[in-house]
């Protein structure tokens, strides 16, 4: 039996969400297009016939302008070090650039062994991967070097089994129907944070969080209450959330409840609130709150 921990490092908006989701078959990470979706680490757990794998999904990796960047960058950074296997995520659909220079150099100050996944390969002609392949090939010793495609599942089976061949042996960590460490209200956030990304103007991702209030299920009535607070940082951000006679946070809300309800399995009874709060990001308090935890 083989067991351990792998973690996906990578910048924003290089895939490893999108991996993690694919490979665990659940959706345990909220996808979408804006950078810095994921805030904070993801844990989750898939068990093969051949041991147990320990995945962890971190935050991009990109220069910090508040204290929440700043936990962000660090949980990831602190990942790197903590885990048998690390799995450097790429992008390889957009030009390299210093931030990728930025990660070569944190993998090689780490001894930890790591696998070079190439995503977005189905967005890339065959004939232009081969000169990426051997200009990381030459920067780190990778164990391997794998093309794939997190969205289509291009060879992520190959990049699976790869990670149990490179893994010590050992009992598995979590039992067989463990699938994260994240509560209930991470989810309920994340879902309604999604909406929120999906749906209001570019400006809005970095200055916008969700805060679960209330959270409380009524097992007689099969159905779950759950009150949320939308923080933005400015005034002037208060109108595009809430939309015109309410029209936008109605629409994040029927959207999050959809999803709720599936993610629940029964009916959802969900109350959104619009609150102006200034300077959240640099708020240590604030970010305990929602679960932006420091790194230990």
């Known amino acids: 039996m083989k067991s351990g921990f792998v973690s996906f490092i990578g910048r924003p908006n290089a895939g490893k969400s999108t991996l993690l989701n694919r490979i665990v078959g659940h959706k345990l990470a909220i996808v979408s297009d804006k950078p810095q979706t994921t805030r904070t680490r993801i844990v989750g757990v898939k068990n093969y016939p051949g041991g147990q794998v ?51 150099s944190l993998v090689k100050d780490v001894t930890t062994p790591a696998i070079l996944a190439l995503n977005k390969v189905d967005l890339v002609a065959k004939p232009k991967l081969l000169p990426i392949i051997d200009c990381y090939r030459q920067e780190h010793p990778f164990v391997e070097i794998v093309p794939i495609s997190a969205t289509d599942g291009t060879n992520v089976d190959v990049l699976e089994r790869l990670f149990l061949q490179h893994l010590p042996e050992g009992e598995p960590l979590h039992p067989p129907d463990y699938v994260t460490d994240q509560p209930e209200t991470f989810f309920v956030a994340e879902i309604v944070r999604e909406q929120v990304l999906q749906l209001t103007h570019a400006e809005l991702p970095f200055s916008t969080a969700v805060v679960v209030d209330h959270f409380e299920e009524a097992a007689a009535q099969k159905l779950v209450r759950i009150y949320c607070t939308i923080l933005v940082e400015r005034e002037s951000q208060k109108p595009i959330v809430v939309g015109r006679g309410g029209a936008m946070v109605k629409q994040i809300g029927t959207a999050a409840r959809a999803e709720l309800e599936r993610f629940f399995g029964t009916r959802v009874y969900l109350d959104l609130r619009v609150k102006v709060k200034t300077e959240w990001r640099d708020d240590e308090r604030a970010l305990d709150e929602m679960g932006l935890r420091k790194p230990s």
Do not use: I, Q, W, Y
């Open 54 to 104: 320990v995945f962890v999904d971190t935050p991009g990796v990109h220069k910090p302008t508040h204290r929440m960047n700043v936990r962000m960058v660090d949980l990831a950074l602190e990942a790197m070090r903590e885990v048998d296997l690390l799995t450097l995520v790429v992008d390889v659909s957009v030009k390299s650039g210093p931030g990728d220079r930025h990660l070569l």
